[in-house]
């Protein structure tokens, strides 16, 4: 049943209007138990929701609202490989790609024997690298999901990458970045990594044509040594001369392929053991989104209060605040798995929606938010729930830095919620704006692993609820089909009927 059609949302709704008062400060004076409660350990992360606009009663009611849409029906499909991205017929299992090896029976073994089959492989690639001493630069060459995971997580895990080896990360079209890049480069000392799951992305084929001249205009010539190709479209590497091939499968979305052959950097980068605990990682968290009584369940929990922020408090974004420097790309990580799943506008039958669906995801990390947009999120008109990510453990010995850090994100949580009521004005804080507070021990390949999986499984919830496939992504099409038809003009000049302000900017453009 499409969600705003259940007896839960009509109870949720009638919920939303008696609650409209309702205060952080006063149901934690009320309720001693309340942190308890509202808090949870899932593998590798530990997570305070008691500073969020629920209270028990809310939480029943999207229980209930999961229930009533089938959450865990439509999960459990998801685990058995059924085809749950319906408008590209496929099946969604980024999942399998973090399974052990030989644990899964029936139809499902195959098809996890070729992950292992190829996984195999892209580490002892990835540690053949990165014993080679002559290769002292990576460059991924990828954009959208064959970037930002490889990105964020060399980046998170910067403590575990191997010395002396640099990693680059080219993903725009915009030639200054290829250039800013190579400018710093030999070709003898560089291995171009091209990763597209289609080896069709426009910006992807640019740079990699790009690459390959400037690789041989330098005296390269082994390309197989300097060049590899990650995708599912290996003849398509083939045509471009690129024969060190390492492949995944149509069932593994961009946004969710990091834990495939689009890895590879990050293997590179931290060992094949580190590869393997960052999928032992995600693994954890995917048993726990499998078996876990959806009331605690942690990407249930989150992925409902979402829905309950989105839909019946109408809070339209969501901040993340990674309280670790390491984390910066978290951010734009998770604004491409929320907004590309989720920003859908019509259900699996293709009917419009009368409700939204994905926030607006934006953040930056802590402290440096704190002296730029935190001022908004304390005293603007606008309610916007905060994420927070935390790391117990530094692994650096300046103590005082990390104290002062810590000190910082509890702040925030804390200001956010109390407020400030004894000064009138401008130096009025309404308080009771809520944030969601995940703790993990330490960053590491594991912890990491299982907070993206975390990330992952909670869009999931959300989509499901709303009824939306969250595994397509049509609406980048039409972009693209414009730009080749804009790109000819350019060339050519021809500015026929294109619409008055269209026209301008493409002779301004060539003027
Ligand atoms: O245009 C959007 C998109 O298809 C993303 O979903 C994807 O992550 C990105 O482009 C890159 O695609 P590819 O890996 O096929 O180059």
Redesign the pocket.
Known sequence: MRCDQTPAWKALTAHAAHTTGFDLRTAFAQDAGRADALSQTAPHVFADLSKNHVDTATEVLLMALAQQTGLAAHRDAMFRGEAINHTEDRAVMHWLLRQPEGSLQGTLAEPLKLVHDTLGPMLAYAEQVRADAQITDVVNI?????DLGPQMAVLALQDFVIEGKRFHFVSNVDGHELAGVLKGLKAENTLFLI???????IE?MTNARSALAWFQAQGGSDVAHHFAALTTNVAAAAELGITTTFGFWDWV???Y?VWSA?GLPVAIAIGAQGFRDLLAGAHAMDQHFKTAPLEENLPVRLGLLDVWYRNFLNFTSRSIAPYHSALRRVPAYLQ?LEM?SNGKRVDRNGHALPYGTSPVLWGEPGTNGQHAYFQMLHQGTDVVPLEFIAVKKPTHNLKDHHELLLANVIAQAQALMLGKSDAGGHKHFPGNRPSTFLLLDELTPTSLGALIALQEHRVFVSGSVWGINSFD?WG?ELG?VLAKDIHARIVSGDASGLDASTAALLQRVRA
Do not use: H, L, M
């Open positions: 990828g954009i959208g999901g064959s990763a597209s799951k289609t080896f069709t992305t992807t979305g961009g946004r392929s689009i491409q590309e992504q980048v693209k």
